[in-house]
């Protein structure tokens, strides 16, 4: 016998029944598609947990971590592993009608391989009658079996190719990041392309110095920079700012500012009596060709790290001086002068100068005539006091009012006296006194 495909022309060769045919090629096709998924699968499924694998790390925020010069090499890891998936492809074979004819002997279980007999054909001489009414009878036997022939599911085994089922860790950890990363997807696995600064430029200048707010009057600091060829430090040490104040990095050539804050760093915001259709954050501000600018505003301590220009990341450390109000405190009672007059000695404090203080009055309410409280016909006075000097951190002076042509004179009234900086109010000190 010699073994060929089965074809309509077996069928009239041999006047076998056209149906059982019929059955048997589509049992056979069933059948190559059967092993033909069982050596796709395995493939497939490799293929598939490299995937989720780098979607479930880039997910995680690793890529968010590294510098890029460990982006580009974890990137590359999983390009080789993708591409050792992939090269099981090459090896795929479609199965052929010999290999589907064996599988529906194998699933059957009967004797004599009744597929692979349909498939075959007599090796005698077909002018041999006796010859060929044996083998008519033969393949009429095994076509009774055509109903039995089942190629049955896929089995591709992968039990055997990953004993500790990695895969199905795989997909468990792809689920979880996948709400862990929420809306931020995209951007977290597009960081894992982001090169920039594995290969630095050739000409460029970074710098970054600290405005303070202009309540402080204290100059601009200037903070460690990059440079081509210069190290870049590992740490900086923590630099000690007002509250309030600005953080500008500017570069200068062709790289682009990646710039990753914490704490209470933010951008500044629009001012809506500015721009009342602005929206929160203020747009950062356009600067000349080839330079480029980031500006947050420092209200916490916080760190900002500059990434993506060179293998190493830059970072500064911030720690906030919160602006406290400043004070005003009578050092002695008031004292009444000649005249009428009054005399204030009092001291004033605060942490980057006072800049004005005044007294004020408010006469103490007496009933009315109707039960009700009476209101004053002139207004209070106010008196502007007099500062230690300009700006004055710190120091004691002196005022002297005149009080006798006033109306209140000679009134119980209140003195609530109040310092102010060029930020902030504070009423500091209030005396019931006689005007």
Known sequence: MTNRPVSGATIEQTGINRSADVRLTRALSRARWVLAWERLWPTVATVATV?????????????????????AIGVGLFFLLAAAAFATFITFRIPTTAEGLRRLDRNA????????????????????SLSVALWRAHIERALRSVKTLKAGVPVPRMAG???FALRGLVAVALVATFFAAGGDRMRRIAAA???????????????????PPN??????????????????????????VPAGSMLVIRSTGQVRLDVATTGGLEEPKADPKADPKANDKQPQPKTANGADERRFVINEAGTATLRSVVARDLVWQFNVI?????????????????RGALQLTYKVEDDYGVVGAQATFKMKKPAGANGGEARPLYDAPEVPLVLPQTRAKSGTAQTIKDFADHPWAG??????LTAR???????????TSNA
């Open 193 to 211: 392309f982001d090169w920039h600064g594995v290969v630095a430029p050739a000409n460029y200048r970074i710098d970054a110095w600290i405005t």
């Open 161 to 163: 190719r990953d004993p």
């Open 322 to 338: 919160p602006d406290r109000p400043p004070t005003i405190a009578l050092t002695k009672d008031p004292e009444g002068q000649t």
């Open 215 to 240: 309540y402080t009057g204290k100059p601009p600091v200037i903070l460690v920079g990059m440079r081509p060829g210069e190290a870049v430090p590992t740490t900086t040490p923590a630099l000690l």
């Open 421 to 431: 900086d060029r930020k902030t109010k504070a009423r500091s000190d209030e005396r």
């Open 411 to 416: 009134a119980d009234a209140t003195m609530v």
């Open 109 to 128: 279980g009967l004797p004599h391989r009744p597929a692979t007999a349909m498939a075959d054909d007599i090796a005698t001489d077909k002018a041999d």
């Open 51 to 71: 995937v989720g694998l780098f979607l479930a790390v880039s997910w995680l925020g690793t890529w968010l971590w590294l510098p890029p010069l460990g982006r």
